[in-house]
Nanobody, 115 residues
C-alpha cells in the first residue's frame, strides 16, 4: 500500500513563500501522475497542481503563475513551491495520484497565510 507523507507547511505572511514536500512509498510512484491538492476550511478538496510521470505540468487557475510543481523519481518525492501567498491559499495541502488517489491519503500539511 502506498503511503504519503506531506511536510513543509506553516504560518506565513501574505506575499511569502513555502516549499511543500511529499514523500511517497512504493514502486507505483515512478509511473504515476502526481498531484497536490488542498482543502480550505469548510470546503471541498481540490487539485491545484499536477505533474505527469514524464514531467508535464498542470496548474489550477488559482495558483497558476505563483506555484511550481516538481518531482524527483529517484527519491520518490513531489514538491510544490508556492510564492506570493495569499490568505485564500490557507488550507490543508495533500499529495496523491493526480485526478485520483492511491486509495488512501496522508495527513496533509497545514498552510496558513495571515498577517
Amino acid at each position: 500500500q502506498v503511503q504519503l507523507e506531506e511536510s513543509g507547511g506553516g504560518l506565513v505572511q501574505p506575499g511569502g513563500s513555502l516549499r511543500l514536500t511529499c514523500a511517497v512509498s512504493g514502486s507505483e510512484f515512478r509511473n504515476s501522475n502526481m498531484g497536490w491538492y488542498r482543502q480550505p476550511p469548510g470546503k471541498e478538496r481540490e487539485m491545484v497542481a499536477g505533474i505527469s510521470s514524464i514531467g508535464a505540468m498542470y496548474y489550477a487557475d488559482s495558483v497558476k503563475g505563483r506555484s511550481t510543481i516538481s518531482r524527483d523519481n529517484a527519491k520518490n518525492m513531489v514538491y510544490l513551491e508556492m510564492n506570493s501567498l495569499k490568505p485564500e491559499d490557507t488550507a490543508v495541502y495533500y499529495c496523491n495520484k493526480a485526478w485520483g488517489s492511491f486509495g488512501s491519503w496522508g495527513q496533509g500539511t497545514q498552510v496558513t497565510v495571515s498577517s
